[in-house]
């Protein structure tokens, strides 16, 4: 099966898998970051090269991210209803880019997921409030 994608491409999810089997949900929501971030980046990359192929690859990949980011949202947390905000207005921007590309929104999609990110780096490293 790994023999017809390209190596690169069987290295990534080989990588994926190790992470996703040894995580616990905080490292599987940093992961699911990770790939729409760098979907993301790669859709806009394939975008600005003319490379429609690259692009629906990065897109799906964007969005599968989303929906795992969106599935996995505790509903009954403080911020379940902005998180299911930002991931349901991300899903639409990236659905929206599949036939009629859109930089800016998904440029900006990619800047809060960037800041989303931060924000959970940032409250790992905080000690504990009491």
Excluded: N, W
């Amino acid at each position: 099966m790994l023999a017809l994608t390209d190596p690169h491409e069987a290295y990534r999810r080989s990588s994926l898998d190790a992470r996703v089997q040894g995580g616990d949900s905080a490292a599987l929501v940093q992961l699911c970051l990770e790939q729409a971030i760098a979907s993301l980046g790669s859709a806009l990359f394939a975008q600005e090269r003319g490379d429609p192929m690259l692009r629906s690859k990065a897109l799906t990949r964007a969005l599968t991210a989303i929906t795992a980011l969106e599935m996995g949202v505790d509903r009954e947390a403080p911020l379940a209803e902005a998180l299911l905000q930002v991931y349901g207005a991300a899903r639409q921007a990236v659905l929206g880019s599949v036939i009629d590309f859109h930089a800016d929104l998904l440029a900006s999609v990619r800047q809060d997921f960037l800041e989303i990110e931060a924000a959970l780096r940032g409250a790992e490293r905080s000690p504990a409030t009491e």
